[in-house]
């Protein structure tokens, strides 16, 4: 296999990793102030530790899969400082964001740690309604190898406000063997929602991906939809900090994502 072709392959698994409505539709949604919920001295608080949280990141250059201390310790400090509420289903949550960085836990899979550590590739979520169904939200990866060419995987998505039955909670591990090969979830009272935050997770499970080379598409060779894979394909993102700039994420195994708010 080709170096540019592994590169590509790598890229693609990281989309595993991770994880805007329309006008008419967003204007549905409630707008949630952050004044009316934080002073502006906690506000400017925050607002500081953004700015150290990019400028430390900025500053590791190339690194987004890290386990720096300073920002791990910038991290905890913006988690304690108070957010938009409710971010899973606050308006701000929706549109595009870029991945800024990543911790390397031990219980991401392998490869999927080496492929958000390939920094060649810009990569993207997206939190959006789907195109042909305006009540059905997606978590939309995407990893960018070019302006023409990328990959795309869609995530079936819910919150409060937008439920899905399908999801319920995930039973297994993800072990295979007892060896950590796909990524390790946490399951069970290890994996209850935090009460003190309410609606700040959005769940989900991988349905379907493509890769586009420029209008010339090809399936992701993954069966998101075989019943034997459905339940190893969920997952869900805690949302424990939230502006309208940075959000910061807590994965079902076990990672930090930092990301940063895309302006359209």
Do not use: H
């Amino acid at each position: 296999m080709s170096p540019r072709v592994s590169s590509l392959w790598l890229a693609a698994a990281a989309i595993l990793s991770c994880i805007s409505p329309s006008v008419a539709f967003q204007a549905l949604l409630p707008k949630v102030s952050f004044n009316l919920f934080d002073p502006p001295k906690q506000r400017n608080v925050a607002l500081d530790l953004e700015n150290q949280l990019l400028e430390a990141i900025a500053a590791n250059g190339d690194k987004r899969l890290d386990n720096s201390q300073e920002i791990a310790s910038l991290v905890n400090q913006l988690e304690q400082c108070p957010s938009i509420p409710r971010p899973a289903i606050a308006s701000e949550i929706y549109g595009r964001w870029r991945l800024l960085q990543t911790t390397n836990a031990n219980t991401a899979s392998p490869i999927q740690r080496k492929a958000v550590d390939t920094t060649k590739f810009d990569i993207f979520q997206d939190i959006v309604f789907s195109e042909n169904d305006q009540t059905k939200l997606l978590v939309r990866q995407i990893v960018k190898f070019n302006d023409k060419n990328q990959l795309c995987v869609d995530a079936l998505a819910s919150t409060s406000a937008y439920p899905l039955p399908e999801l319920t909670d995930r039973e297994g591990t993800g072990k295979i063997l007892g060896l950590n090969i796909l990524g390790v979830s946490l399951v069970g009272d290890e994996a209850a929602e935090d009460a003190d935050r309410p609606d700040s997770r959005i769940r989900f499970v991988f349905d379907e991906g493509k890769f586009d080379f420029g209008g010339f598409t090809i399936p992701y060779p993954v069966p998101f939809r075989n019943p034997l894979f459905r339940d190893a394909v969920k997952g869900w993102i805690d949302i424990t900090y939230l502006s309208d700039r940075v959000r910061i994420s807590r994965g079902n195994k076990g990672t930090t994502f930092i990301l940063k708010k895309e302006v359209s």
